[in-house]
Each structure stands twice: as structure tokens, then as C-alpha cells.
């Protein structure tokens, strides 16, 4: 067996509501947590967000979840990290999880940038001596300069996204769990981001990633889940799932995403890389 794997079976994970008379604070709860309003086996009324998930991730998997806000996607990342435990069925999680839910997490409004990336690092599984090692290189990412000796608090979002991401992407996890919050920064920092976040995915072990920008997905990931009402409704490649979700021009762009990443690769390839595989197709 893999010593990196997720397995789930038949796992719900549900909310009480105690007050069950209150019909507002019913709506205001399912209106938080997207799912469905059930009663469970001790007849208490909940909410069910995730329902009869049944999942099994191996080293080497890369999953990307779509779905609408509320749909039960971040819920699931929260079940494989071991945040929520099924209150019904089974999840069992092999290897070091690196949850990457909100990149502010960790971080202290009072403290210096280089503080932060310690506390950051050390709030993500990494030793202090592993982040001190790598403080100069996610400085350098970053490109903040002098602000990282100034308090987190006199930085811009954007700032304080580009130092996150700096430590986020400089750990090598063995299941990587990452719900997108990267978008207050420019483009040309986006694109050098993006580069980076590949480099990670390539270092982790599994990774299943929530997203709303399917251009990011096809980057990141080879296979889907489309995630509704707290079930899985459909799972499959990138590109299928997708046009399932979104409809026929979300899945074209999808697939000239993927026509261009076979470009791009084919056209990095040694001739004696495409050679060998010639030799392979033909033997």
C-alpha cells in the first residue's frame, strides 16, 4: 500500500441544529453551509454538508473540485485535512497533510513579514530550522524588499498575499489540500505564482484542489470531482467534468488549455526523450 493515500467511505459529515423550532436560524445555517436540512439517526435535525462521500486517492493524484459556493467543496477539504470527522462512515488520511484553506491563517497583524514567514511555516508543519533555510529564497519570491521588516499590518492584500503564497509554495507536503484565495495580486506576479504553485503540485504527494478558475484546474490537476448539494454528482477528467458543470465553452477552453500544455511539453522534450517514447509506441 502507498504510504500517501486518502480513503473515504461512505462518509457524511453533518451539522446539528439543536434549536430546530427556530426557522430562522435553520435558513441561516444552511444558507453557511450549503447543504441539505435531514435528521440524523439520533433524530436531532442537522444539516447534512457532506453526504455518502466515498473516495480513494493514491500518491501521485492530482483532483481538482468544482461546484457552486456552498456546494460542500471547502466542507470535503476540511474532512480529508481531519478538521471535520465523519459523523457517519468512515475517512482515513495517510501522510502529512498540508491544508492551504485561507492564506491569512497564521498570520500575526503585530509582527515583521520575516516573523510571519516562521509563524506561517510553522503553522503549515515545518520546523523552524527548515523555514529559517528557506527565508531568503521566499523573500526573494515575494519581491516585498524592505517591508519585510515592517508589520504585517501596514501591507496591502496583495502584499499580504504575496508573502503567503511565498510560504506556502516553499514546503513539500505529502497531500497538499488547496482551496484557491489568490487573487488580489497583479498579473504578472499571478503568472510567476502560478509557476511556483506547478513546481509544488509536482513536489506533493496528492493534491485535490477547489477552484473556480477552470483555466487553473487543467494547469494543476488530471482528474475532477463536480461537487452539488454535498455529493459527488460526477467524477472524470478535467475536461468532462467541466462541461458538465459549466457547459459546452467552459469545456472547449479547458481543452485548448490541455492542447497547449501537450504543446508546450512536447516542445521542451529532449530528442532522446521523444525518441524512447517512439521506441515504446512501436515495441
Known amino acids: 500500500m502507498s504510504r500517501v493515500s486518502i480513503e473515504t467511505r461512505q462518509a457524511w459529515v453533518e451539522f446539528p441544529i439543536f434549536d430546530a423550532k427556530s426557522r430562522s436560524l435553520k435558513k441561516a445555517f444552511l444558507g453557511k453551509a450549503g447543504g441539505a436540512i435531514g435528521r440524523n439517526q439520533s433524530d436531532v435535525v442537522v444539516v ?24 460542500g467543496k471547502s466542507t470535503l477539504l476540511r474532512l480529508l485535512s481531519g478538521i471535520y470527522e465523519p459523523s457517519r462512515g ?38 523552524r530550522k527548515q523555514m529559517l533555510a528557506k527565508i531568503d529564497e521566499i523573500a ?16 496591502s492584500t ?9 510560504v506556502v509554495t516553499s514546503i513539500d507536503p505529502e497531500i497538499l489540500l488547496l482551496d484557491e484565495g489568490i487573487g488580489a495580486v497583479d498579473a504578472e506576479f499571478m503568472k510567476k505564482a502560478r509557476l511556483r504553485l506547478q513546481e509544488l503540485v509536482a513536489r506533493s504527494g496528492i493534491l485535490v484542489f477547489a477552484s473556480h478558475s477552470n483555466e487553473f484546474l487543467a494547469q494543476l490537476c488530471d482528474s475532477a470531482l463536480w461537487i452539488d448539494h454535498g455529493q459527488i454528482r460526477l467524477r472524470g477528467g478535467i475536461e468532462e467534468v467541466v462541461r458538465a458543470y459549466e457547459g ?21 522534450e529532449k530528442p532522446e526523450d521523444s525518441a524512447r517514447e517512439l521506441e515504446r509506441n512501436n515495441a
Do not use: C, W
Open 90 to 127: 468512515s475517512a482515513r488520511i495517510r501522510g502529512r497533510v498540508a491544508p492551504v484553506f485561507d492564506l491569512g491563517v497564521g498570520m500575526d497583524p503585530e509582527i515583521s513579514g520575516y516573523e510571519n514567514i516562521i509563524i506561517r511555516g510553522l503553522f503549515l508543519g515545518q520546523t
Open 248 to 268: 459546452p465553452d467552459a469545456g472547449n477552453h479547458v481543452a485548448t488549455v490541455l492542447k497547449e500544455m501537450a504543446a508546450e511539453r512536447a516542445a521542451t
Open 48 to 71: 447534512e454538508a457532506l453526504r455518502d462521500i466515498t473516495l480513494s486517492l493514491k500518491e501521485g493524484d492530482r483532483v481538482g473540485l468544482v461546484g457552486h459556493n456552498g456546494a
Open 140 to 155: 526573494e519570491f515575494t519581491e516585498l524588499g524592505e517591508y519585510l521588516q515592517m508589520p504585517l499590518r501596514t501591507y
Open 158 to 166: 496583495g502584499m499580504r498575499v504575496r508573502l503567503a503564497m511565498g
